[in-house]
């Protein structure tokens, strides 16, 4: 039963932060090559606007993904389930990482896009706030890669 218990933390932790990993893999792979094409006005407005909602809607995901994979490492080590609890260890770490990243160079370019597009103005740095959100999209999705893989793995060790 308690084998269970921690594979079911570990699928939650697994779809929460699949939705994270999803949405930064999209950006990564469609958007950013979008906004490259577009002016900076409807990048700001785009960007901004996309921003507010999900700096809104997706904490509760976000921190849903870390909480669980924290529980998964934790149960897995009172368990004894060693090589799950390493590997949920891994997927801990990889998503501090992300936060950190993102609390440091994304948030605060959310920010500005986000009240700009509020404002209904351009900002004369815009493309640059892009280029810094951008500079750091390709790692956020390798550490939301590595903490799901871990996760499968700590599901798969259990």
Do not use: E
């Not at 669980?68 to 799950?84: D, E, F, K, N, P």
């Not at 891994?90 to 936060?99: D, H, N, P, R, T």
């Amino acid at each position: 039963m308690f084998s269970t218990v921690v594979q079911v933390l570990g699928i939650v932790a697994v779809l929460a932060n699949a939705v994270v990993y999803g949405t930064d893999a999209c950006y990564a792979i469609i958007t950013r090559s979008v906004y490259a094409r577009l002016d900076d006005a409807t990048v700001t407005a785009s960007a901004g606007w996309g921003h507010y909602y999900g700096d809104r809607r997706m904490p509760i995901v976000g921190i849903s993904g870390v909480v669980t994979a924290v529980l998964t490492a934790v149960l897995a080590a009172i368990g004894g389930y060693v090589g799950a609890a390493v590997a949920a260890g891994i997927a801990v770490a990889a998503l501090v990482i992300w936060l950190l990243v993102y609390v440091r160079v994304a948030k605060p370019v959310n920010t500005q896009q986000t009240a700009a597009a509020q404002a209904g103005i351009t900002p004369p740095n815009a493309r640059a706030l892009q280029d810094k959100w951008d500079s750091v999209v390709n790692a956020r999705v390798a550490l939301q890669f590595v903490a799901l893989a871990a996760l499968g793995a700590a599901i798969a060790l259990v």
